[in-house]
């Protein structure tokens, strides 16, 4: 009997994890070196980001350096799926499913650009996310956005499972670099 790409998805994740924790114990200036590469984004009006949770890479200074000319929408996860909603200076917060911190309220917005969490990535756009399929699902309800996943150069995979719900990355910036995904 074969493992399903769910099986050894749900495998890769233990080992992805280490390997984050791994990298955010010992890597320095992580989140700053991702910021320095805020000019080479794709141009957007909207740009959703996220708010870190246990050893994620930290987006914040990237949204920052993007934010002067940019809206900033950070996730919220309701029954009925992922939303962006707009966040200001001052804007309230609440403690989301997933341990996640989200806007309590806000403008809902469809972001041009998604800066995407993940635990693994292919050079070829390959994410293995947490296996709740919120990013694909959304992703997938609104085709054509750019996509950049935010990881740490220690969790690239030479390849990973991908099923037919998952959606490709159009890029990955990490601490080292940012890999581009030439289109498919």
Do not use: C, N
């Not at 909603?85 to 989301?96: E, I, N, Q, S």
């Amino acid at each position: 009997m074969t493992d399903t790409a769910a099986d050894e998805k749900a495998k890769l994740r233990t080992t992805a994890m280490l390997r984050r924790a791994e990298a955010a114990r010992t890597v320095r200036g992580a989140a700053d070196a991702i910021a320095a590469h805020a000019r080479s984004l794709p141009a957007a009006a909207v740009v959703s980001g996220y708010l870190p949770i246990r050893d994620e890479i930290d987006p914040r200074p990237l949204m920052a350096s993007l934010a002067p000319g940019t809206r900033i929408a950070l996730p919220r996860i309701d029954p009925d799926g992922m939303r962006f909603l707009v966040m200001g200076p001052g804007d309230t917060m609440r403690a989301g499913r997933f341990g996640l911190t989200e806007p309590a309220s806000g403008e809902e917005v469809v972001p041009d650009l998604l800066l995407v969490p993940l635990l693994g990535f292919t050079r070829e756009g390959a994410r293995l996310g947490y296996g709740k399929g919120h990013y694909d699902r959304y992703l997938a309800a609104h085709p054509g956005r750019a996509t950049v996943g935010l990881a740490y150069a220690a969790q690239e995979f030479a390849a990973l499972p991908v099923e037919p719900h998952d959606q490709p990355l159009a890029a990955i910036l990490t601490e080292a670099e940012l890999i581009e995904i030439p289109p498919r």
